[in-house]
């Protein structure tokens, strides 16, 4: 399972109930990285991007009830993500956030996919963890005309 999520210097994910910084060629990648495949997510990152997202299958974590769509589904328990899995088990897995879903599935992580602006987000009240126990393999810089902005992969030691 991997995660694909947005940090700033101190992997601070998110300000006032928003992502920290939207970034243009992180979305490109965010589309070519998750198109086709599944992205877990948890409510409140669903409601932020405020729609289900086309030719991917969605699965949102949520302790209440609600109903399903096509390509989306709702879980409650870790073990009830791990049924619906196993009808996708010939596609990628991607965490996309936020925090909360990420600390629930961080031992399961074995990639993190990280555009890391170069940057400190005054304010920011939503981190995930720092990246112990995995180490980075790659990191190239992303084109952005406002911020300086990398593309870095973490595979798990
Ligand atoms: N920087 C980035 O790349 C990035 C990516 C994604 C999101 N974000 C930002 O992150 C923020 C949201 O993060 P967050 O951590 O506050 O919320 P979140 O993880 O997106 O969603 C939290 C919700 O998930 C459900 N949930 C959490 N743990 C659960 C469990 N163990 N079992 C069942 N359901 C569970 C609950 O939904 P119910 O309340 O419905 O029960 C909970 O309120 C947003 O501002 C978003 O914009 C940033």
């Given at each position: 399972?991997?995660?694909?999520m947005?940090v700033d210097n101190k992997n601070a994910v998110a300000k006032?109930?928003?992502?920290i ?76 956030g936020g925090a909360s879903?990420t600390e ?16 400190v987000v005054?304010g920011a009240d939503t981190f995930i963890p720092q990246f ?26």
């Amino acid at each position: 399972m991997k995660l694909l999520m947005l940090v700033d210097n101190k992997n601070a994910v998110a300000k006032d109930g928003k992502q920290i910084l939207y970034i243009d060629n992180d979305l490109d990648m965010f589309k070519e990285y998750t198109s086709n495949n599944v992205i877990i997510m948890g409510r409140k990152t669903f409601e932020d991007i405020g729609r289900q997202l086309p030719n991917r299958t969605s699965i949102v974590f949520t302790r209440h009830k609600r109903e399903e769509k096509k390509d989306l589904y709702y879980v409650s328990c870790v073990a009830e993500l791990d049924r619906v899995l196993l009808n996708f088990k010939e596609k990628e897995e991607f965490v996309i956030g936020g925090a909360s879903i990420t600390e629930l599935l961080w031992d399961r992580l074995d990639t993190l996919i990280i555009t890391r602006v170069d940057t400190v987000v005054e304010g920011a009240d939503t981190f995930i963890p720092q990246f112990e126990g995995f180490e980075l393999v790659e990191k190239s810089e992303i084109e952005d005309p406002d911020y300086t902005v990398y593309h870095e992969i973490w595979k798990r030691k």
